[in-house]
Structure formats: structure tokens, C-alpha cells
């Protein structure tokens, strides 16, 4: 395969695909120079056990990203089958509003840790990469908390469950 974009797939095939891959729903929050916010993101998975290391992947210029490049800290919350509002929130409202209707708990450090989630992972980013239109943040996890009930999921455009 040559390296023209000409023949790699296209963005809406790439979305089919990718698409077909059942993933859960989290929330991205972070916080830095007295600002907050958060976005939904489907891209995060456990890197490493031992340092426990897990990546998300977040549009570049973006609020949330660059609160995350500011602080170099963020917090992954697991949502819960209930909480599909709160994901549609985080997905279309302006950066700005997300943090207002929705219940959450500032950890010691002040990122928003947001009520009702399955579980939520406190990360200190280790290392950050670049990827087309993305930014890779590995990071590991210095805290977290499970509670009971079952994980929001995503799958071909819509929510399950």
C-alpha cells in the first residue's frame, strides 16, 4: 500500500469500522487555573498493570485537552448504564455548560470527580502523544473508586442497554 490518502479508507468507512467495536462511555474531566470541564470520550484503555498506566485519546484544541495539558492531571469516569444524558451532555453542550447540571465532588487536588459513575480512575499524565488529530495521554493512576451497577456502553452510533 503506497502512502497517498487516496488509498487509506474513508472517514465515514473508518467510522463503520471502528464503529463495530462495542466500547464503554466515559467522561474526561479535568481542571486547571480555576477552570473545569470534561468530555465524553469512548477512546480509553489500560496501558500497563505495573505502573498502573491507562491512555485516553482527545481532540486536539479542545477545553478538556487543554486543561489537561495545563494541569498535566485527569480524571476518567466510568458512566453508568443510567447516566446517557450525562454523556450526551459532555458530547454536545458548550465546554462551558457541562460542569453545571450535573452532580460531581472535587478530589483534594480539585478535578471533578462526577456522582454515579461505575468507577473513576485520578491520573497524573506520564506522557502525552501525538496522533493525526489527536492527543494520546498516558497516565497513570494514583487513585480511584468502583461502585456497584452496570457500565453505559456504545455500539454502532447508539447506546445499549
Not at 469516569?77 to 462551558?96: P, R, W
Amino acid at each position: 500500500m503506497s502512502d497517498t490518502s487516496s488509498d487509506l479508507v474513508s472517514p465515514e468507512q473508518f467510522r463503520s469500522l471502528v464503529g463495530s467495536f462495542a466500547t464503554g462511555v466515559t467522561v474526561v474531566t479535568s481542571a486547571h487555573g480555576g477552570e473545569a470541564s470534561g468530555m465524553t470520550v469512548s477512546a480509553f484503555s489500560s496501558v500497563s498493570m505495573d505502573p498502573p498506566l491507562v491512555l485516553v485519546c482527545l481532540t486536539r484544541g479542545k477545553p478538556t485537552t487543554d486543561l489537561i495539558e495545563g494541569s498535566r492531571r485527569f480524571v476518567v469516569n466510568i458512566l453508568a448504564a443510567d447516566q446517557q444524558t450525562v454523556s450526551d451532555q459532555f458530547a454536545y453542550l458548550d465546554a462551558e455548560e457541562r460542569l453545571f447540571s450535573v452532580a460531581y465532588e472535587q478530589d483534594d487536588t480539585g478535578l471533578p470527580v462526577l456522582d454515579g459513575a461505575v468507577a473513576h480512575l485520578v491520573c497524573r499524565v506520564q506522557r502525552t502523544e501525538e496522533a493525526g488529530d489527536h492527543l494520546i495521554f498516558i497516565g497513570e493512576v494514583e487513585s480511584g473508586d468502583v461502585s456497584d451497577g452496570d457500565p453505559l456502553l456504545y455500539y454502532r452510533g447508539a447506546y445499549l442497554g
